[in-house]
């Protein structure tokens, strides 16, 4: 698990990986989750999602959902977790979650889901990744 806390902001971004699926998670001053983000299975994506079993939770992304076409690099340890900060007007505050240097999430105040770079359609856990962001 990875915590990464903006002074300016007050929020963190907590990265858990728990070796069958990542999510990032948005908290503000009082560590209350705001916002969270599907970012990757390490287990085989599933059929159909199992959002109605609370026992499956985290809940896997299923296969529908999940891009093919693009590989990233697992969290190992926290040093492979770096979050950008950004100050927004829109959205308060943009953070961007990349794993080894490669961005793979985006989070906001708010946002669940938030965006996914594995992400290949809006679903309960990401929502696609648009260039928006980039």
Avoid: C
């Amino acid at each position: 698990m990875a915590i990464v806390r903006d002074v300016a902001s007050g929020y963190s971004v907590l990265v858990e990986d728990d070796g069958r699926v990542a999510y990032g998670y948005l908290t503000d001053r009082k560590n209350k989750f705001i916002a969270d983000v599907w970012l990757y299975n390490r287990s085989h994506a599933p059929a159909e999602g199992q959002w109605h079993d609370k026992e499956a939770m985290p809940f896997l992304n299923p296969a529908e959902y999940v891009r093919t076409d693009l590989a990233i690099r697992f969290m190992e340890q926290p040093a492979d977790v770096r979050i950008s900060w950004e100050a927004s007007e829109q959205y308060e505050a943009i953070a961007r979650i990349y794993l080894h240097d490669e961005l793979v999430g985006i989070l906001v105040p708010g946002a669940k889901p938030g965006w996914s770079v594995l992400a290949t359609k809006d679903g309960p856990i990401a929502k696609r990744f648009i260039d928006h962001w980039k």
